[in-house]
């Protein structure tokens, strides 16, 4: 099936640096891509929803400033934390929707973990 | 208000036995899914029930759906340790396939 990747995996950065994430599709092309963030122990919750070409569609509560997502191309999604802070340490999540047969099925990247001291 | 809250938040067993889950969501849905997520891990999704379906199998799992109750449930039969996992329903918010919101979860852990 498809997959989704994510690197890193883990990454400890120190506060007020800046760290970015990539979600990359490896088999297939995605226009759309979503970011997630979960808590320990916790649900995931939608970040925002990267578009090809286009500016990212952030949920509410999420700031952009804080979280610069850029889709340059069909199978790259990055998210870059800015001004890291400790409460900014969470486990992220990306996914990216597949349409290959016709049917648009979600696959989800392994994750990163993030730790701001 | 919080969509997909599941029950229960913890679910210990033994191995062979059946395992339940239940999730409800507050507003109409066009399909509901099951996750699968292993601890640090990314997720699996298992399975996906539309809107128009009561029931649903696959292989082991077996999903319900009752919008009337706004309500869903997924049955894990003859569960083995393998299982063990956190296990989340999730509904398409919008028209966007992608955009999901998903319940608190249900960490399930199967003793050998």
């Known amino acids: 099936g498809a997959v989704v990747s994510q690197h890193p995996s883990r990454v400890i950065c120190k506060s007020g640096t800046s760290v970015k994430i990539e979600c990359r599709s490896l088999d297939f092309q995605a226009t759309t891509m979503f970011w997630y963030r979960q808590f320990p122990k916790k649900s995931l919750m939608l970040m925002a929803t990267?578009?090809?070409?286009?500016?990212?569609?952030?949920e509410q509560g999420v700031e952009k400033d804080k979280f610069l997502i850029n889709h340059a191309s069909l199978t790259l999604s990055t998210l870059t934390v800015t001004s890291a802070h400790p409460e900014d340490s969470s486990f992220y999540i990306c996914s990216a929707t597949s349409t290959l047969a016709g049917q648009e099925t979600q696959y989800f990247g392994p994750g990163t973990r993030l730790l701001v001291l | 208000s919080q969509q997909g809250e599941e029950d229960p938040q913890a679910l210990s067993i033994q191995e062979g036995e059946n395992a339940t889950m239940n999730c409800s969501y507050k507003?109409?849905?066009?399909?509901l899914q099951w996750y699968r997520q292993n601890s640090g891990r990314g997720l699996v999704h298992l399975i996906l029930?539309?809107?128009?379906?009561r029931e649903k199998h696959s292989g082991r799992l077996r999903v319900t759906l009752d919008t009337s109750k706004k309500s869903s449930s997924l049955l894990i039969t003859a569960s083995r340790a393998a299982d063990t996992a956190s296990y989340f329903c999730?509904?398409?918010?919008?028209?966007?396939?992608?955009?999901?919101?998903f319940g608190q979860g249900t960490i399930l852990t199967v003793h050998p």
């Open positions: 507003t109409s849905i066009n399909n």
């Open positions: 999730a509904t398409v918010r919008g028209t966007s396939y992608g955009k999901l919101t």
């Open positions: 029930i539309r809107s128009n379906e």
């Open positions: 990267s578009n090809e070409g286009s500016k990212a569609t952030y």
